[in-house]
């Protein structure tokens, strides 16, 4: 007697069946492993940097040279995990942080009249940047803001600058909108 059609047919079928209602088990169960396993949690949010590169690139043109900064740069409208869920036409970029200016650069700034600076609170941060935020006696001009927003270089920024002249510090928190 030989093997008759139909069994060997069968055994096949069952095989094919568990791995293809298998696959999809395995591929969940290997994504949440990943998202278990120690290390592999991904921020939720922007990190704090400290490169001046690109905050030199934006804002030496009225600001002069940026050291030693803590800033974030992230778009807005973006959900936590870095990924927007509909691609929107715009794209609102928020710059915030604080830096430090050249030697007497927050002075030279706040010394120009036109500009009419007058002591102020600091603005609202991100939790992350919080620490590396003095204490300190912040200036603010609605002049010198508008003049810092129509000068920039890149996309259309509108923003705030606070400065302390005691530590040459800048605080800015800047919206840029790309369309």
């Given at each position: 007697m030989g093997v008759q059609p139909g069994?060997?047919?069968?055994?096949?079928?069952?095989?094919?069946?568990?791995?293809?209602?298998?696959?999809?088990?395995?591929?969940?169960?290997?994504?949440?492993?990943?998202?278990?396993?120690?290390?592999?949690?991904?921020?939720?949010?922007?990190?704090?940097?400290t490169d001046t590169e690109p905050l030199n690139r934006r804002l030496r043109l009225f600001l002069g040279e940026l050291t030693d900064a803590?800033?974030?740069?992230?778009?807005?409208?973006?959900?936590?995990g870095g990924d927007r869920s509909i691609p929107g036409p715009d794209s609102r970029v928020r710059l915030v942080g604080v830096a430090h200016l050249s030697a007497g650069g927050a002075a030279a700034i706040t010394g120009r009249p036109e500009h009419a600076f007058a002591p102020a609170a600091p603005s609202e941060l991100p939790d992350p940047l919080?620490?590396?935020?003095?204490?300190?006696?912040?200036?603010?001009?609605?002049?010198?803001?508008?003049?810092?927003?129509?000068?920039?270089?890149?996309?259309?920024?509108?923003?705030?600058?606070?400065?302390?002249?005691?530590?040459?510090?800048?605080?800015?928190?800047?919206?840029?909108?790309?369309?």
């Open positions: 069994h060997q047919r069968g055994h096949t079928d069952r095989r094919r069946f568990l791995m293809i209602a298998g696959l999809p088990l395995l591929t969940a169960g290997a994504g949440l492993t990943y998202l278990l396993w120690p290390g592999s949690i991904r921020p939720s949010g922007p990190e704090v940097r803590h800033w974030m740069g992230y778009d807005i409208d973006e959900s936590g919080k620490q590396y935020v003095p204490a300190a006696a912040w200036q603010h001009s609605p002049g010198f803001d508008a003049y810092a927003n129509e000068t920039g270089p890149e996309g259309n920024p509108s923003g705030r600058y606070l400065f302390d002249t005691a530590h040459d510090l800048v605080q800015f928190d800047i919206m840029y909108l790309s369309t």
